[in-house]
């Protein structure tokens, strides 16, 4: 059975940090990511990375205060997030896709965490 499972939100005031983790299990993803969704917006892209865990893309909203990273290891994946802002504040979803192309659709992510609510007070 495929699992998904997100920890490390909370609230956190403005210009600090909080790192989440991604805990896969059931099949090898060829890439696992991050979206997140404020209330009434849309789910947005917001980070990637491959199996390999060198290679990574990150959307330009959170470029510079954002980093994603993998532990194959231990099959978890990170969202270390900087600076944080009050606009940062979102459920943040962890997703998985068995394709490999770079994508920051919604659609090609197969599998999906319940996600972790991050809060940024000002």
């Known amino acids: 059975q495929v699992q998904l499972e997100e920890s490390g939100g909370g609230l956190v005031q403005a210009g600090g940090s909080l790192r989440l983790s991604c805990a896969a299990s059931?099949?090898?993803?060829?890439?696992i990511g991050w979206f997140r969704q404020a209330p009434g917006k849309e789910r947005e892209f917001v980070a990637v990375t491959w199996s390999g865990g060198t290679t990574f893309y990150t959307a330009d909203s959170a470029k510079g205060r954002f980093t994603i990273s993998r532990d194959n290891a231990k099959n978890t994946v990170y969202l270390q997030m900087n600076s944080l802002k009050p606009e940062d504040t979102a459920i943040y979803y962890c997703a998985a896709s068995m394709t490999s192309a770079l994508t920051t659709s919604r659609a090609a992510y197969n599998y999906w965490g319940q996600g972790t609510q991050v809060t940024v007070s000002s």
């Open positions: 059931g099949r090898a993803f060829s890439k």
